[in-house]
C-alpha cells in the first residue's frame, strides 16, 4: 500500500536504527509517529510503531529497577496469519471458545479466575491458520496488570460475553471502561486518524456465547439492541458447539488479510498454504513477504483470480485480491 511517508520520516528512522540505547530508540519511535502522516495507507504502519513504542516504554521503565515493574509480564510471539486474543468478564466461557476451536487444553471451570496466564492455541478457518489467545478475565474487582498491553499488542479482539447471566451488559461494559482507563480501545473499525500514540485501538467482535442457556436467546436480543451497532455479533455455544465456525470466520474477517497464493514458473501451483499480505497489498508487497531479496528482483507476475484474466502478466503495482494465485518472474 502506498505509504507516502515524508523524506524527514525516513532520516528520523535511519537514526532510530543507528541509535543504540532504548531511552534514544523510545524518542526516535516517537519523532517517527509525530511525522507519519495519519490516514489509510500508514494504518498498519502507525500500529506496528505504537506497538515499538509501548515495547520500548517497557524496556526503558523496566530498566530503572524492579520497583516500577509490578507483576509479571507476557509476550506471545503472534504465530500464522494473526493474533486474536479472547477477551471478557469473568466465566464468560473464553477458554471454553479456545478448546473449541484449537487443540489447546485451558482449564476450564465452573468458577471465576480460572484463567491466571495467557494460552495460545491455533485456529483454522478453511487453510489459514490464526492465533487464538485466551486470557485472565476483566472485572471491576480483577484486572492482572499484564493484560492491557497483551491486548494492545494483538491484531484483533473477541469480545467474549455471556448471554446465560443477566449482568452480562454491566460486565461488559467494565471490561469496556477498565481497558479504555488503560488506552485499549476496542472498537469495530480503527479510526484513521488518531494522533494519541498512547491509544491502541483494536478491531473487535462480540463473541456472545451460552445461547444454548436458559433465557440465552432473550438476552441475545438484549445484547443486539444495546450494543448491535458499536460491533458485529456472532452468537455461539462452546459447550453446544454452534456458531464456532462463525466464530472462526469472525477472527478471520478482524484480521483483514487476504488469502494469496502462490506457484513457481513451469511448477504446479501451491493451494494448500496461502500467503496472508493485508487488504490493499500489492504484488511487490507478497513478494517482500516471501523473501527480502525478491523486492528488489521482482519483474512482473503473472495472476489466476479476480479481475485479470487467466495467467494475465501485471506489473509489480498490481493489487492483489483474496483468492489470486501469483507466479513470480524475476531479472
Ligand atoms: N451453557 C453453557 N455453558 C458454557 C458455555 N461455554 C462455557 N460454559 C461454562 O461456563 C463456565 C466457564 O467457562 P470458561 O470457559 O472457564 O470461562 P472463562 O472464565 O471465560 O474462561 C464453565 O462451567 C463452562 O462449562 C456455553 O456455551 N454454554
Ligand atoms: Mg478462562
Not at 76 to 104: D, H, M, R, W, Y
Not at 126 to 132: G, K
Request: hydrophobic share 40%; with cysteine.
Amino acid at each position: 500500500m502506498p505509504a507516502n511517508l515524508p523524506p524527514q520520516y525516513h532520516k528520523v528512522d535511519e537514526e532510530y536504527r543507528a541509535a543504540t540505547t532504548p531511552e534514544a530508540r523510545l524518542e526516535k519511535a516517537r519523532e517517527m509517529f509525530r511525522l507519519l502522516p495519519k490516514h489509510k495507507g500508514t494504518e498498519k504502519l502507525q500500529a506496528d510503531l505504537k506497538k515499538l513504542i509501548s515495547r520500548l516504554r517497557d524496556d526503558v521503565e523496566g530498566g530503572k529497577g524492579s520497583s516500577k515493574k509490578k507483576g509479571v509480564s507476557y509476550r506471545i510471539p503472534s504465530e500464522g496469519a494473526g493474533q486474536v486474543v479472547l477477551v471478557g468478564a469473568p466465566n464468560t466461557g473464553k477458554s471454553s471458545i479456545l478448546a473449541a476451536l484449537t487443540k489447546a487444553t485451558p482449564r476450564i471451570e465452573a468458577y471465576p479466575y480460572t484463567t491466571r496466564e495467557p494460552q495460545p492455541g491455533m485456529m483454522h478457518w478453511l487453510d489459514v491458520r490464526i492465533q487464538l489467545v485466551d486470557l485472565p478475565p476483566i472485572s471491576a474487582d480483577l484486572m492482572e496488570p499484564f493484560v492491557p498491553s497483551l491486548i494492545a499488542a494483538a491484531d484483533a479482539a473477541l469480545l467474549v460475553i455471556d448471554c446465560g447471566d443477566d449482568a452480562t451488559l454491566d460486565q461488559t461494559e467494565v471490561v469496556l471502561e477498565r481497558l479504555s482507563k488503560n488506552f485499549v480501545e476496542l472498537v469495530a473499525e480503527v479510526p484513521e486518524d488518531n494522533d494519541d500514540e498512547r491509544v491502541h485501538f483494536l478491531r473487535t467482535a462480540i463473541v456472545a456465547n451460552k445461547v444454548d442457556a436458559p433465557g440465552g436467546e432473550d438476552r441475545l436480543e438484549i445484547v443486539r439492541d444495546f450494543l448491535g451497532s458499536r460491533f458485529p455479533i456472532v452468537a455461539a455455544s462452546a459447550v453446544g458447539r454452534s456458531g464456532m465456525d462463525d466464530v472462526a470466520r469472525s477472527a478471520y474477517d478482524l484480521l483483514r488479510v487476504l488469502r494469496v497464493y502462490t506457484k513457481t514458473p513451469g511448477k504446479p501451483a501451491d493451494r494448500t498454504s496461502p500467503f496472508t499480505p493485508p487488504i490493499g497489498s500489492t504484488v511487490l508487497d507478497l513478494a517482500g513477504m516471501i523473501h527480502r531479496d525478491f523486492e528488489k528482483t521482482l519483474k512482473f507476475a503473472r495472476v489466476w483470480g479476480t479481475g485479470v484474466f487467466e495467467g494475465q502478466s501485471v506489473k509489480r503495482d498490481h493489487v492483489l485480491s483474496d483468492g489470486d494465485l501469483v507466479e513470480l518472474h524475476h531479472s
